[in-house]
Structure formats: C-alpha cells, structure tokens
C-alpha cells in the first residue's frame, strides 16, 4: 500500500455510527489484501458519524472521506471516486460481511467481469446465518426484488440488494450512476444490465451483524418503496407501454363490436360495454404516453442508454405535430358532440336514442379525451425538452 500508483485493489467501507464494528471490518480488509499479495488499499467513507467512528477509523491509518451529503449513494460515490485501484469492492461497516471473500471477487474481476456480485441468498449458493437477515427481507423482499429485475432487465443475479459487490473503476466511470440514496446500489445493477455489462455472481455468507449500541439504517418498507418506484422508473416498456397498447387495443376493439352489433354466442354488446370500452382505451392511451415520457426521462437523466426506436419516434414528433393531432382528434369529437345538442333540442331535450348514444356520443367523448391527453403530453414531452429537430 505504499504508491498510490501500485495500487490494484480498493476496497471502500461505508460508515454511518459504526463505532462497534468500523475497527474490526478495517482490519479483516487490510489482512485480506495483506494474506493475499494483493496490492490494494482502504477507504472509509463517513457519513457524518456521532459516536466516535471517525476517531477510531482515524487511529487504523486508512484513507478517511468525510461526506456531507447524507445518503448511501452519496457516501459510496465519494468512496469510489477516491479510489485508486483498477478493481473497486465496497461492503458495509457493519462485521456482516466477510472480508476473507475479498480474493473470490479479485479473481472474478481478473478474468473479465465488469461486475461481481456477492449472493447470500441459498438459491444463488450464498448462506444466512442465524439472524443475519430479517424474515421479511429473506423470505420476501430480496426474493421478489431478483424476480422483477431477472424479468424486466435479463439480470442473472439471485441476490440484487447484496452490499458486497465489486467492479472495474472503468464500468463505475461508465455507468454516471447519479442517485444518492439506497437507490445507488438499484441504478448500478440495472444500468449494468441494460448496457449488457459482464456481471457474474459468487456465493457468500452473511453473518449477524456486529452493532451493540447502534441498529440497522435499513427500513424495511420505506426502503423497498423506494427501490420499487426506482424499478418503475426503469421499465415503462412492460409496466405501462405493453399492458396500455393491450388495453387500448382491447377497448378499440370491444368498441367497434358494439358498434357494429356483432354478436357472441347470440348475444349483442351494448350501452355498458361501450362504457367499458371507452374507459379501457382512456387508460391504455395514457399508459402508453406515460411510457413514453418515462422512458425519455430516464434517457434524458442519464438513467439508461439512449433508445434507438424512442429516438426515431422524437425525431419525427415535435410540439406542433402533437398539438395538430390533439386538436384534431378534439375538433372531430366537438364537432360530434355539436350535432348531439341540435339532436336533442329537436327532441325538447328527452332522452336520445340508444343507437345515436352508442354510436355518436360515446365516440365524440372519446376523442376528445384522447385529444386532450395528445395535447397534454405534447406540451409536457416539450417542457422536458424531448423534441428532436
């Protein structure tokens, strides 16, 4: 560890009040490297601790980054950042994780893997410990998290909220991972996945944590919204853009059956499955334009990689395009629902005929809601600054 050039190896501790464990997880780091000729250093990033953590990471001799800016993300970028290994593992200051696993993950990364990550779950080969992981994190959380991501996102991990991972300094640079929060540890493994990173898995064990006078900064619910609403985020195509273009198509459809008076099994759609379908493509209509904006944030943000078939579509749509749609999708619904209030004056404002509901009324109200959710999305894909000239 002596020129910051020879450097091959960084392994970066967060810490937030981990007076009880800091010192003995520095140590099995620094053995680690020692036992194992590899040539590395490390690195704790404080949080801001109050119950001596900073006197006692100060003592070790380690490289000590005080962050101001509170959050798990921002504690472990500025760790990161300051790194001078090649080869980057964080795992949290809490004596969970065994440092001894550290050459598991250097090999991996000397064979060419962009990201290593470690799994404690038994379904990826890893092992818990006896209280090492609460039941609903084990049993629930973590479990349901690695479906969505192997669903959506083609990930191979069985463990995504692993805290010990590793990574070349080159795919962190890549990445421009930007959340600050427990977010951080999401936007890493998705983004690797969307860029078609290398990414492998390696089994570990999870001990019960060391703290005696501090807890868990984890909160079970709070923390999986979050990571759930930072999944969304990430995949409008099958959350919104799929289910809304099936249910669009399924409203467009019924719709025109009962239009037509097509019959099934000798029955006629009527009245309420108008309504029906009238609903459906609301809904459908504004998920697929709600897919759309979200994905373009995301490319916008930096989230994800830019989308050749959104960036065709931006290409052709500007402001003026989406407000000439709106307006005339508007124009031919109250230009219908015009010729509904002559109609029924002619009929001293009574009830209008069945076949002139289903098959003007309904129709004009349905454009014009479609109309004005075009015009809506035109003015908001403007405001993001998403037309492309």
């Known amino acids: 560890m002596s020129n910051e050039n020879k450097i091959e190896f960084s392994i970066v501790i967060p810490c937030l009040n981990e007076a009880d464990t800091i010192e003995i997880c520095i140590k099995k780091a ?9 040539s590395g250093e490390v690195i704790v990033a404080d949080n801001g601790s109050t119950d001596g953590s900073q006197e006692i990471i100060k003592k070790t001799g380690v490289k000590l980054i005080n ?37 598991n993950f250097y090999k991996k990364l000397k064979e060419g893997f962009d990201l290593v990550m470690g799994c404690r779950l038994p379904s990826g080969g890893g092992k818990l410990m006896p209280g090492a992981m609460p039941f609903l994190h084990k049993w ?3 479990p349901f998290f ?49 860029y078609n990173s290398k990414i492998t898995e390696i089994p570990i064990t999870l001990h019960k944590d060391g703290r005696i006078n501090s807890k868990s900064h984890l909160k079970t619910f709070k923390d ?9 985020l990430f995949s409008p195509k099958w959350l919104f853009l799929i289910p809304g273009m099936i249910i669009f198509i399924f409203g467009l459809l019924s719709s025109v059956i009962v239009v037509l008076k097509i019959k099934f099994f000798n ?13 459906a493509m609301f809904c459908g209509y504004q998920s697929i334009l709600f ?7 995301a490319v916008n943000q930096g989230l994800l990689p830019e989308n050749v078939s959104l960036k065709k579509f931006w290409n052709i749509f500007n402001l003026e395009k989406g407000l000439c749609v709106g307006f005339g999708l508007g124009l031919m619904g109250l230009l219908l629902f015009i010729f509904t209030i002559f109609k029924w004056l002619t009929i001293d404002l009574t009830l209008l005929e069945y076949d002139y509901t289903v098959n003007i009324l309904i129709p004009a109200l349905i454009l014009t809601v479609i109309g004005f959710q075009t015009i809506l999305f035109s003015f ?6 998403l037309e492309k000239k």
Do not use: Q
């Open 140 to 142: 629930v959380g973590n």
């Open 267 to 279: 029955c006629e759609l009527g009245l309420n499955a108008m309504l029906f379908s009238a609903g």
């Open 380 to 385: 908001f894909a403007s405001i993001l600054g």
């Open 224 to 232: 999986g919204w979050r990571h759930l609403r930072f999944y969304l």
């Open 146 to 194: 690695s479906y969505i991501l192997r669903l959506w996102f083609e990930s191979p991990i069985h463990d995504v909220h692993c805290g010990m991972r590793a990574f070349t300094k080159d795919f962190y640079e890549m990445l421009k991972l930007r959340c600050t929060g427990m977010e951080f540890a999401s936007e890493m493994l998705i983004k690797a996945c969307v």
């Open 291 to 297: 897919a759309m904006l979200a994905k373009a944030y």
């Open 30 to 38: 620094e053995d680690s490297l020692l036992k194992n000729n590899i």
């Open 67 to 103: 962050v101001s800016e509170k959050g798990y993300g921002s504690v472990l970028i500025a760790g990161i950042n300051s790194a001078h290994g090649k080869y980057i593992l964080f795992a949290d200051g809490d004596d969970s994780y065994d440092f001894n696993e550290v050459p």
